[in-house]
């Protein structure tokens, strides 16, 4: 698919996110499908890094809307303040200056910056389909990943390079999402947002997004994709890249 040129956006400094409620009704009935719960931790610091634009602020109203509009019980909320605890950020091996940082189901999913713009529908789809269990994954891939939870194979973590207003990313995003989740974190889905992490964007000479990274344990990774990659050749990847022995091979 095609693939969005970076383009470093211009805005005000202090940002909130507003919801009418039509569109509150829509993301209700798009959570009313939770089945199982979701927990999130949000990690945050009081001067959001001290970023031009303070990014925690929506960010965390974002998940606080979500929690609101879910069945009850279903999004559970934990919110970090690591500027004020630093054991929170030791365990977590969360860095102050990545703030907004959030972890879904214990970090096999995990955004590094805030979810917004285009982002939001792939952050509220991941949500509803890792509650009810249905990734909407090839068969073939699923009972790949599946095949890995319990192998020696090296965790595999799948880097997605994103903008709030690139309208492809949260197809690679969601894709990356759900293997996360089909493989019970042997594959780990990072997102970065790329203007709130120049540094990640830098490294890996992002022009264009999404860019995806593959990387396994104790390296730095490549880029393997510019644009949304197929699912069966984002599979192959995550297979050369963790060392895992198919059981057709």
Avoid at 71 to 83: A, F, L
Avoid at 125 to 149: C, H, N, P, Q
Avoid at 208 to 236: C, H, M, Q, W, Y
Wanted: include cysteine; charged fraction near 25%.
């Amino acid at each position: 698919m095609s693939a969005t040129p970076l383009t470093p956006p211009t805005g005000p400094e202090e940002v909130h996110i507003e919801v009418d409620e039509e569109t509150k009704g829509i993301i209700r009935e798009m959570l009313s499908q939770m089945i199982n719960p979701v927990t999130f931790d949000l990690f945050i610091t009081g001067n959001c890094a001290g970023r031009d634009t303070n990014w925690c602020t929506p960010t965390e109203e974002l998940i606080d809307l979500l929690a609101s509009l879910a069945p009850e019980g279903k999004i559970i909320v934990n919110k970090h303040r690591i500027d004020q605890n630093k054991d929170d950020g030791a365990k977590f091996n969360i860095e102050e200056n990545r703030v907004p940082v959030v972890y879904i189901n214990g970090g096999i999913i995990r955004y590094l910056g805030a979810p917004l713009g285009e982002e939001v529908r792939a952050f509220i789809e991941t949500i509803t389909r890792i509650s009810t269990g249905k990734t909407g994954l090839r068969t073939r891939t699923k009972s790949t990943l599946a095949s890995m939870v319990n192998s020696d194979a090296k965790t595999v973590e799948v880097v997605t390079v994103v903008t709030p207003s690139c309208p492809y990313c949260p197809y690679a995003v969601l894709l990356a999402n759900m293997f996360a989740y089909e493989s019970k974190g042997k594959v780990r889905s990072v997102v970065v947002e790329a203007y709130e992490e120049p540094d990640i964007a830098d490294m890996y000479g992002v022009t264009a997004v999404p860019t995806v990274v593959i990387r396994n344990e104790g390296s730095t990774g490549d880029v393997e994709f510019v644009g949304v990659p197929p699912e069966a050749d984002l599979l192959k990847k995550v297979i050369s890249y963790s060392g895992f022995n198919t059981p057709d091979q």
